[in-house]
Each structure stands twice: as structure tokens, then as C-alpha cells.
């Protein structure tokens, strides 16, 4: 008789499935070889916990440094503000549109945004010598040059530095911004956050100032070329303003942010973590020993099912 005609017969509805898929999950079997290792898969756990820990240990560390910020909004010129004059009829639309610029409600995202601009990170980064720390393996700090005529990528640098150095974050429950550093070392870290803000205040304090130079010079162009008596005391009103713009820019230590809490060196690493390394090892050995332990009763079953399924075919046979 041909094999291949009995088989033909036999019914694909009735004919038993291969590998034991037919049969009935039985959850005792499972926990019996479950506790049957149990000191197996401990010890597999507390091995990688251990590995984990080590590991720790030797990959480099790095140190979170922080400075908590309070946004200072802008301060209205002197003796522009229309409330501040005895006739504030007298102060036309030209000034209004000229020199009181309202805050903008998205104004502390504003500055956010220009803490974390290129323009600004970029300046941070080549008037702070960040650059031989970013690319270390291609300075030479003995000879304080880079070697063999290696030429830093701005762009690469500020990615690095964004994505992987400084954070700013704003907390919305008491409305103050924070400001973050990551580097391996907790001294510098520390020391780069801290500038970091005394650099954007000098920042945001120089562009203010020659803004407020720029429409001053404009204005006193506009006065040569004018006759008229009202415009005459409108430009004036203006280049005052300007001025004190300019003198409350100067005056203005904290010109944008103002520094409630400096940062200071970590004492312990941010990362990597020890403790959160050893338990993510531990944890992670205890479940490969648990998937170990129920893929031996799978591979068993599945043996066993192999073998009566072949056994069942050579007799068809």
C-alpha cells in the first residue's frame, strides 16, 4: 500500500497536531520544575545582580549639577509707561509701537528656547573652552593644541552638548526653571552650570543694550531730518527711553534669570547607578531563570511530541 494514499485518508480535522499542541497547559508541571531550580535561578540572579553592580563600577561615571532659576520679566523703561506721565495722552502710537513692548505670554518660553538656541550654546561653548573636553582624545593638554592639525565640528559639539550635556527644565507648580549639567567629572559639571547662567545673563544683557544703541542712533537720524515740533518731543521721549533701557540693562546684574540656589559638585555619581544596575540585573537574571527553567518543560514536551509523531508516521509507513 502506498504511505503517501493512507495518509491522504486521514482526516486533517481529526489528525493530532505535532510538537504536543494538542494537549492541555498543565501549570502544575511548569511550577514543579519552577521550584525543582530554584536555587539555580537564585543563584543566576545574584550572579547577573552582582555583574550588574560591577559593571557600575567600571563604566565611567557621570555627575548631575544644577541651578535653580527664577525668570525675571522686563522692567518698564523710565518715564515712558503711560501711568508713569502727568499727560499719558501725550504719548503717541509711534512710542507705543516703538519702545513698550509688552511681555508676551509665552515669554518665559522664549527664553527657554534661547538657553537652548545654537546661536547661544554655541557662544557658551567657544568662550568656555568646552571644546577639548567635548573631542579630550584628540587634545594634547601637555602641548594645549589639538593633535596633528584636528579641527573640532561646531555642529557635532552642539549636538553633543544638547543632547547629552545640558537639560532645562520648568517645573509648572511653583513656575521656576531649572537648569542641568552631566559630565564625568562633578567639579566641572558644577562650574559649567554656573556659567552657563552668568554667561546667558551677559548674553541676553549685551544684545538688549545694543538693540537699545541701534534704535537710539535710528532715532537720532530721524530728529535731523524732522522739523516738527510734535515729532520732535515724541523722538526725544524715545531716545529717553532707550537710555533707560539701556541703564536698567547695565544696572541689571541677574538681567534675565536670577540664581536662587548655585550649583555645586555632586558627591555621588548620577549615572551609572549602582543600586538601580545591580537591581536591573538581579531582576533580569531571576526572569531568564524562571523563562529557562519553563522553556526546558516546552522543550521536553516538544521532544517528546517530535518523537510520538515520528512514531506514528513510521507505522502510517
Same mark, same amino acid.
Not at 502506498?2 to 495518509?7: A, I
Not at 523710565?78 to 504719548?91: K, S
Not at 559638585?265 to 531563570?289: C, E, I, N, T
Given at each position: 500500500?502506498? =504511505?503517501?494514499?493512507?495518509?491522504?485518508?486521514?482526516?486533517?480535522?481529526?489528525?493530532? /497536531?505535532?510538537?504536543?499542541?494538542?494537549?492541555?497547559?498543565?501549570?502544575?508541571?511548569?511550577?514543579?520544575?519552577?521550584?525543582?531550580?530554584?536555587?539555580?535561578?537564585?543563584?543566576?540572579?545574584?550572579?547577573?545582580?552582582?555583574?550588574?553592580?560591577? /559593571?557600575?563600577?567600571?563604566?565611567?561615571?557621570?555627575?548631575?549639577?544644577?541651578?535653580?532659576?527664577? /525668570?525675571?520679566? =522686563?522692567?518698564?523703561?523710565?518715564?515712558?509707561?503711560?501711568?508713569?506721565?502727568?499727560? =499719558?495722552?501725550?504719548?503717541?502710537?509711534?512710542?507705543?509701537?516703538?519702545?513698550?513692548?509688552?511681555?508676551?505670554?509665552?515669554?518665559?518660553?522664549?527664553?527657554?528656547?534661547?538657553?537652548?538656541? @545654537?546661536?547661544?550654546?554655541?557662544?557658551?561653548?567657544?568662550?568656555?573652552?568646552?571644546?577639548?573636553?567635548?573631542?579630550?582624545?584628540?587634545?594634547?593638554?601637555?602641548?594645549?593644541?589639538?593633535?596633528?592639525?584636528?579641527?573640532?565640528?561646531?555642529?557635532?559639539?552642539?549636538?553633543?552638548?544638547?543632547?547629552?550635556? @545640558?537639560?532645562?527644565?520648568?517645573? =509648572?507648580?511653583?513656575?521656576?526653571?531649572?537648569?542641568?549639567?552631566?559630565?564625568?567629572?562633578?567639579?566641572?559639571?558644577?562650574?559649567?552650570?554656573?556659567?552657563?547662567?552668568?554667561?546667558?545673563?551677559?548674553?541676553?544683557?549685551?544684545?538688549?543694550?545694543?538693540?537699545?544703541?541701534?534704535?537710539?542712533?535710528?532715532?537720532?537720524?530721524?530728529? @535731523?531730518?524732522?522739523?516738527?515740533?510734535?515729532?520732535?518731543?515724541?523722538?526725544? @521721549?524715545?531716545?529717553?527711553?532707550?537710555?533707560?533701557?539701556?541703564?536698567?540693562?547695565?544696572?541689571?546684574?541677574?538681567?534675565? %534669570?536670577?540664581? %536662587?540656589?548655585?550649583?555645586?559638585?555632586?558627591?555621588?555619581?548620577?549615572?551609572?547607578?549602582?543600586?538601580?544596575?545591580?537591581?536591573?540585573?538581579?531582576?533580569?537574571?531571576?526572569?531568564?531563570?524562571?523563562?529557562?527553567?519553563?522553556?526546558?518543560?516546552?522543550?521536553?514536551?516538544?521532544?517528546?511530541?517530535?518523537?510520538?509523531?515520528?512514531?506514528?508516521?513510521?507505522?502510517?509507513?
Amino acid at each position: 500500500m502506498n =504511505p503517501s494514499n493512507e495518509l491522504q485518508k486521514i482526516d486533517p480535522a481529526s489528525a493530532p /497536531l505535532p510538537y504536543g499542541l494538542e494537549e492541555e497547559i498543565d501549570l502544575i508541571e511548569y511550577l514543579v520544575a519552577v521550584f525543582r531550580n530554584k536555587y539555580w535561578i537564585l543563584l543566576f540572579a545574584f550572579v547577573c545582580g552582582g555583574a550588574g553592580f560591577g /559593571l557600575a563600577k567600571i563604566l565611567p561615571h557621570r555627575y548631575e549639577s544644577s541651578v535653580q532659576l527664577a /525668570l525675571r520679566e =522686563p522692567e518698564n523703561p523710565g518715564g515712558v509707561a503711560p501711568d508713569n506721565r502727568r499727560a =499719558p495722552e501725550v504719548l503717541t502710537l509711534m512710542e507705543h509701537g516703538f519702545v513698550m513692548n509688552p511681555v508676551s505670554e509665552n515669554y518665559r518660553h522664549i527664553i527657554m528656547a534661547q538657553m537652548r538656541s @545654537r546661536v547661544f550654546t554655541n557662544h557658551f561653548i567657544l568662550t568656555h573652552d568646552v571644546l577639548p573636553r567635548l573631542f579630550a582624545q584628540q587634545w594634547d593638554e601637555r602641548k594645549q593644541e589639538w593633535i596633528d592639525g584636528y579641527k573640532p565640528d561646531l555642529s557635532e559639539a552642539y549636538k553633543i552638548f544638547n543632547e547629552n550635556i @545640558r537639560s532645562v527644565v520648568h517645573n =509648572p507648580e511653583n513656575d521656576l526653571i531649572r537648569l542641568y549639567i552631566y559630565w564625568r567629572d562633578a567639579r566641572v559639571a558644577a562650574e559649567w552650570a554656573n556659567a552657563y547662567i552668568k554667561s546667558f545673563n551677559d548674553f541676553m544683557r549685551d544684545r538688549a543694550i545694543q538693540e537699545s544703541r541701534r534704535k537710539r542712533d535710528f532715532l537720532m537720524q530721524q530728529l @535731523r531730518k524732522t522739523s516738527v515740533v510734535e515729532v520732535e518731543k515724541s523722538i526725544y @521721549r524715545m531716545i529717553e527711553a532707550e537710555t533707560a533701557v539701556e541703564m536698567l540693562a547695565q544696572s541689571r546684574e541677574n538681567f534675565v %534669570l536670577e540664581v %536662587l540656589d548655585d550649583a555645586v559638585p555632586a558627591d555621588y555619581p548620577y549615572s551609572p547607578s549602582k543600586r538601580r544596575m545591580a537591581a536591573f540585573g538581579f531582576f533580569a537574571g531571576f526572569g531568564l531563570g524562571l523563562g529557562t527553567a519553563i522553556g526546558s518543560v516546552l522543550v521536553r514536551k516538544i521532544r517528546y511530541a517530535m518523537q510520538a509523531y515520528r512514531a506514528r508516521t513510521e507505522e502510517l509507513a
